[in-house]
């Protein structure tokens, strides 16, 4: 009686063949290329069966199980750092990533709906099958790994493989166990930092800092720092995305500018690209250009921030969070009088994109409840967020603001395209859109404001790389505005142009910089050490109105007052 010959060669064919695909897909920049080199994972677990083949004795169930949940969590780390890497342009930090899984997982599903939810039930249900998968190929090599010719082949090409890789020559997939490798060290690198063992950023947090004084330089006027979520320069830069955002940008100058602005704009660096706006905030405020890491460590210092400063000169200091959905235990260290979060904005209407609150509510609320006739001067911070990714739906602009709640003036037909679900392949469409309606909405907002304020317009980061813009700086847009002529020379001294539209420079300045230009720039006016009679900003030089308003009338003749 002839025995079958059982198929060890096409077991092992097939493992290999399911564990190499694992690690074929690599994020390019508009999707995902296939890199069909060995991986270095695929060759440890090779090696691993031969040698236990050898031994005499095969994987425990358990370890089986195990090495495929592991194989599966490099092949994860390899796409999901790279897809990380082409999107936000730096690498993965699973130390700090993780804890924004679920936002993102809200997005996506506030984005796609029912839609949505069927898609992740479909990707773990995909998960577990192929884990099973996984262990069943792993089986099948060890089933081919008990003739002996099988497992020596298995480990000789194991063997042969892991010394290509660790020679200089790139033929062989190492990704995978590099990022791993990476992970586990910038993981360790953040507890030591965070718990005290790791000093390399102390430094930072002890730069010296001006102390808390008056800004006569402001004379009592409202600042407003207003974030434009996701507006980079792209949207100026790339020819495309500029010819259909220039009609918005030209027509936001005209209205403030025909409103008694003046206005000036110039480029920022930001410390964050495509999400991860808080370090674009903090930065602002703290002049420390921060990370992740270094972020945690001003919260838990005793570093003076921008609000501090301006209340240490008599100012109210409110911070408008619409994108916060309850009290941040952060907000505590910037030292805000007042955190207008969702829930405090009260907006009851219909739901737009992630953060569901559209803009023009928000600054409406801004001067319905701070901007009363009379009210103490009042530094606000205020984060728009309807252009946050996936910039969709974007709100209609309405010509009467007191709608921005019931939307009562838009067109029940209208509802449908607002409300149709984002293309996620192309979001270039939707992007420009709210950053758009982000710039029709202040330009209509500061038209009606009756006060000569001073207001700082900038955005937080670049788009992430969902969006055409590919290969971009990291910097954005920044705008000064006011009606008082003298609260902008500060800025035209730093090289700010006049416009809305700020050429590229070879060296663009950080956002770190702001607070220290801010403080000298409005602070008290100091004497220069060469020569007592002149001062070192601009704002001194030329004194505001109400300063000219101040002073004892003069004759013609008579020689100019000097100015403190």
């Known amino acids: 009686m002839i025995r079958a010959r059982k198929p060890y060669g096409l077991r092992l064919l097939f493992g290999i063949a399911l564990i190499w695909a694992l690690f074929l897909p690599v994020a390019s920049e508009r999707g995902f290329t296939l890199d069909a080199r060995p991986p270095i994972a695929l060759l440890i677990a090779l090696g691993l069966i031969a040698v236990c083949a050898l031994a005499g004795r095969g994987l425990w169930t358990a370890v089986r199980w195990l090495l495929a949940i592991t194989l599966i969590v490099l092949a994860g780390l390899q796409v999901v750092n790279a897809t990380v890497d082409r999107m936000l342009d730096r690498p993965l930090d699973l130390y700090f990533d993780l804890r924004h899984v679920p936002s993102l997982l809200g997005l996506y599903l506030g984005a796609a709906g029912w839609r949505g939810m069927v898609v992740i039930a479909g990707v773990v249900v995909a998960l577990l099958f192929g884990i099973w998968l996984l262990a069943s190929s792993l089986k099948?090599?060890?089933?081919?790994?008990?003739?002996?010719?099988?497992?020596i082949a298995s480990l000789c090409v194991a063997v042969i493989g892991l010394v290509v890789a660790a020679m200089p020559i790139d033929a062989v997939n190492g990704r995978a166990i590099a990022v791993t490798a990476h992970q586990a060290s910038e993981s360790w690198r953040s507890f030591a930092v965070l718990h005290g063992i790791n000093h390399e950023y102390d430094a930072a947090l002890q730069v010296p800092q001006k102390p808390f004084g008056p800004l006569p330089g402001l004379d009592g006027h409202d600042v407003y720092l207003v974030f434009i979520e996701s507006y980079g320069t792209v949207g100026l830069d790339d020819p495309a995305y500029h010819a259909t955002l220039a009609p918005a940008l030209a027509d936001f100058a005209t209205t403030v500018e025909g409103s008694g602005y003046h206005l000036v704009s110039n480029r920022l660096v930001s410390p964050t690209y495509g999400g991860g706006s808080w370090l674009a905030h903090g930065t602002m405020s703290s002049g420390v250009k921060l990370d992740s890491l270094l972020n945690e460590l001003v919260l838990n210092s005793d570093r003076k921030s921008l609000p501090r400063y301006l209340k240490a000169a008599g100012y109210r200091a409110i911070e408008v969070m619409p994108g916060i959905k309850k009290p941040a235990p952060e907000a505590a260290f910037w030292g805000f009088d007042k955190d207008y979060d969702a829930a405090t904005l009260g907006?009851?209407?219909?739901?737009?994109?992630?953060?569901?609150?559209?803009?023009?509510?928000?600054?409406?609320?801004?001067?319905?409840?701070?901007?009363?006739?009379?009210h103490a001067p009042l530094f606000a911070q205020i984060v728009l967020v309807s252009s946050h990714t996936p910039f969709a739906p974007v709100p209609p602009y309405l010509d009467d603001w007191n709608d921005a709640t019931e939307f009562k003036s838009v067109p029940m037909a209208d509802w449908p395209r607002i409300y149709a679900p984002p293309d996620w392949n192309n979001l270039d469409k939707p992007y420009l859109d709210s950053v758009a309606y982000d710039l029709k909405t202040l330009g209509a907002w500061l038209?009606?404001?009756?006060?000569?304020?001073?207001?700082?317009?900038?955005?937080?980061?670049q788009p992430p790389e969902i969006t055409r813009g590919a290969n971009q700086a990291w910097t954005v847009p920044v705008y000064a505005l006011s009606r008082e002529a003298s609260l902008i020379r500060p800025f035209e001294a730093e090289g700010y142009v006049a416009g809305d539209d700020p050429p590229a420079t070879d060296h663009p300045i950080g956002m770190e910089k702001f607070l220290g230009m801010f403080l000298d720039a409005y602070g008290p006016c100091m004497p220069s050490p060469d020569a007592a009679a002149v001062v070192t900003r601009p704002a001194c030089a030329t004194p505001n109105a109400s300063a000219r308003a101040a002073a004892p009338p003069q004759s013609p003749d008579a020689p100019p007052v000097s100015q403190p």
């Open 347 to 374: 907006y009851a209407g219909p739901e737009f994109g992630w953060f569901d609150v559209p803009d023009q509510y928000t600054l409406s609320q801004v001067s319905a409840r701070e901007l009363t006739p009379g």
């Open 140 to 151: 099948a090599i060890e089933r081919a790994a008990t003739r002996p010719f099988f497992a």
């Open 447 to 461: 038209s009606h404001l009756d006060n000569n304020a001073l207001v700082i317009i900038l955005g937080d980061h």
